[in-house]
Structures are given as structure tokens and as C-alpha cells.
């Protein structure tokens, strides 16, 4: 059983970064590949970004791309994302996922978080 806290959210202005940290306990992190998904109020969950076991390959939504960096520390079993040029749009609750597959798809990860909140307002 893994156990997955973020943090790291909070409320900024368009424009602005954040970086989001997820911390895994109570399994092997560096088998699982992780996800970073959000879901914004009255929207369906949708993938954010996602990352190997060993953070050698990355892959990200195109709405994500160029602004967002998906990272991992095995050592400390955290997985993060920086999100820069941050949008109104980008308003949602971040949610980190572990997966044992490859794959974006939520409804194949294994683990999830509670969520953060990261709110992009003027």
C-alpha cells in the first residue's frame, strides 16, 4: 500500500509559478511511475504529466507543455511538478498518482493522493 501526500498548492496570479511536491510512503517508490493529474470544479480529472520510474522519460499534456516539468527524487520518494507562466485555466485541485503500468490514464493508477489546491487569479 502506497500512500501519496501533496503539497505545495496555494493561490497565485496568472503568470506566476508554483511547484508542487508529492511525497509516497509504504511501498517501493522507484517501481512505480507517476502521474500528476487536476481536476477543476465541475470538470472531469484529466492528466497533467507523467514520469518513468527512474524519471528518465517524461510526457505532458499539450495544454501543460513548455510550462510544466514533471520531476522525481527516488531518494527522498517524491515526485514534483513546477508549474511556470501559470493560467487562470491552469485553477484546479492537483492530484498525484502511482501507477505500476505506463500509462495517462487515470483509471489505471494504483494510488492516489488527496489533492492540492492551486487557485490562479488576478
Known amino acids: 500500500q502506497v500512500q501519496l501526500v501533496e503539497s505545495g498548492g496555494g493561490s497565485v496570479q496568472p503568470g506566476d509559478s508554483l511547484r508542487l511536491s508529492c511525497a509516497a510512503s509504504?511501498?517501493?517508490?522507484?517501481?512505480?511511475?507517476m502521474g500528476w493529474f487536476r481536476q477543476a470544479p465541475g470538470k472531469d480529472r484529466e492528466f497533467v504529466a507523467y514520469?518513468?520510474?527512474?524519471?528518465?522519460?517524461?510526457y505532458y499534456a499539450d495544454s501543460v507543455k513548455d510550462r510544466f516539468t514533471i520531476s522525481r527524487d527516488n531518494a527522498k520518494n517524491t515526485v514534483y511538478l513546477q508549474m511556470n507562466s501559470l493560467k487562470p485555466e491552469d485553477t484546479a485541485v492537483y492530484y498525484c498518482?502511482?501507477?505500476?503500468?505506463?500509462?495517462?490514464?487515470?483509471?489505471?493508477?494504483?494510488?492516489w493522493g488527496q489533492g492540492t489546491q492551486v487557485t490562479v487569479s488576478s
Open positions: 498518482a502511482a501507477s505500476r503500468s505506463v500509462t495517462i490514464v487515470s483509471g489505471n493508477y494504483d494510488y
Open positions: 509504504g511501498g517501493t517508490f522507484s517501481s512505480y511511475r
Open positions: 514520469i518513468t520510474s527512474n524519471g528518465g522519460r517524461t
